[in-house]
């Protein structure tokens, strides 16, 4: 327990603190002050739980000091100290709030022990009562936001029962909206640099709620919000035309001053997405879908701001279509020439464009990944990788997409996906020399070209006498054995299509004599290739 000693004797001040000392007891004289203005401001500044005082001081006297404590810090409790010819002005004291007057005259170690021991059981009942109420007041204000969140969310859900009787129910949840003129805000909260100020997620909740209403409060007079889910809080509040501001005008403002508090108060960056305004109840899951929507391209970026509903997106499906085409194509390339380094590089520098440039909506990133894995996982199967490898990477990559609310996440699970394939492929290639790799390389990118086995020794710096005898030695093929067998393949991919003549398959995998090309091929497969396109055509 505190103590101040209030006293205008110096003397008198120390005897006091001594005899406190010697009680042995949990008290400690936390300050002395020689009038009431200097005992009245050091308990504005300091933690003071008693304050012992003399009556007769110069300024403020002690029954002045007592009647201030009582109407500015009524948690402090205080004891008059007083001599017999005082006694009148301690009764007066009593009346103004004092817990006990000690006589100088009479003052026993034993006395003040009891007076202490006394005023601290006090003090521990008030504290026990406190914290009992206010466990009450939480448990019933926990209660009324239970109960709003749940009504709420049954009118945002499209609910005919809960918009009947809705100015009923909102008197009786204490909240100050009408159905006209309603608006919903969705705000979500983003990692910033720092980290937020509260990191419990029960006690964040309730700060951001408590910011978001009263925000609303000062700048409107109306509103309120609630936890939709995770990291997202819905805003709902009555925005009005005025003679300063347009609605529009106001509700950019209440958006902007939520966006400061966020920050200011927890450390909390912001996305607020704002929809369009409506006359009646009814439209609420819609007013939710356009706040969702203005604020999807933002809280997928982590990009903090404010957004309106617009009815078209400024990237519609013909910008997505010229963003992902090029691509889409590049990376097909690369996976079906072998080139599997290529193709991890153009995969890290589409995820680093489409962070920087937010080039996508979430739904088209996801689409655009999705199309990238499945090209790998095709890849993978190409060149043999045991089905039960890739099955569930193939079934279960639309569903992973989705699971993912940010692009930083989604970006993450592709790398590690197309890694995942990656291995798997690797695993299934034989693994030659690096000159017979860097040849291999070499072939897959330029099969279609009339390629001699002396450009491949000058691309790997190698005799071509060498370099015969080392291919040979690695894949187990002449150089022309391979070529063949590379330039069959992909002759196999593109007639798998249904899309090209024969003629032009010859002509793309390098051979301008079609009748030579399909000899070769019948070879190479057992089939022609008109017969192999009418297989195909039935799986």
Known sequence: MNILIVDDEPMIREWFQMTVERTGGDYRIAG????????????????????????????????????????????IRSVVFS???????????????????ILKAEITLSGLEEILRKIKKDIELDQRAASEINALRYSLNESQVTLRNAYFRELLEGGREAAIGFADKMERLHIGLSEKHLTLLAVGIVQGEKPLRIQEEGLLQNAVINILDETMQHELGNGCSFLYKPGLYIMLCNSVHTGLKSQRES???????????????????????????????????EQLSEALAAADRHLFYGDPGIAWYEEKSSTGSSAYNNVSSGWTSMFQGYMDNGLTAKAGSLLATIMDELGTGKLLSAKQARSLVLELIYIAVNRGRAVGVPMEQLETLYIDAHVEVQRYATFKELSG?????FHQIMDRISAQRPQYVE???RA??????????????QDIADHVHLSRTYISELFKKETGMNYNEYLMQVRMEKAKELLKRQTLKV?????????????????LFKNYTGLSPSEYMERQRNI
């Open 440 to 453: 291999c390389e070499y072939i897959a990118q330029r099969y279609a070209e009339d390629l001699m086995l």
């Open 435 to 437: 000159a017979v790799e």
């Open 503 to 519: 003629a032009d398959a010859a002509a793309l995998v390098g051979y301008s004599n079609t009748s030579y090309f399909i000899k």
């Open 251 to 285: 509700l950019l403002v209440l958006a902007s001053r939520a966006s400061e508090h966020l920050k200011r108060f927890v450390c909390a960056d912001a996305v607020i997405g704002i929809s369009h305004m409506y006359s009646k109840l009814s439209y609420l899951p």
């Open 83 to 101: 001599s017999y010819s005082e006694f009148q002005f301690a009764a007066e004291a009593l009346k103004f709030g004092a817990s006990e007057y």
């Open 413 to 417: 699970w592709a790398s590690s996906t």
């Open 32 to 75: 002395e002050a020689s009038n009431g203005e200097d005992a009245l401001a050091f308990c504005r500044t300091h933690p003071v739980d008693l304050v012992v005082t003399d009556i007769k001081m110069p300024g403020m006297n002690g029954i002045d000091l007592i009647k201030a404590l009582k109407e500015e810090l009524p948690r």
